[in-house]
């Protein structure tokens, strides 16, 4: 499935392909632990991440 993810400095990342566990991912950001996730090989710092979500084609 492709992805759009919006940074909170108006950059956007368009993920093609990309297959992760929702649940796993939405755990991660939730853990305040963790502070950067591997998004479809970017490495981001998940404060800045805004929005994730699925595009159609």
Known sequence: MDYQVLLNNGQ???L???EFDT?????????????FVN?????LNKH???S???VTE
């Open 39 to 43: 998004i479809g090989g970017y490495i």
């Open 23 to 35: 649940i796993a991912f939405t755990a991660t950001l939730n853990d305040q632990k963790i502070n």
């Open 52 to 54: 994730v979500v699925p």
């Open 12 to 14: 956007v990342i368009n």
């Open 16 to 18: 093609k392909n990309a």
């Open 48 to 50: 800045i991440i805004v």
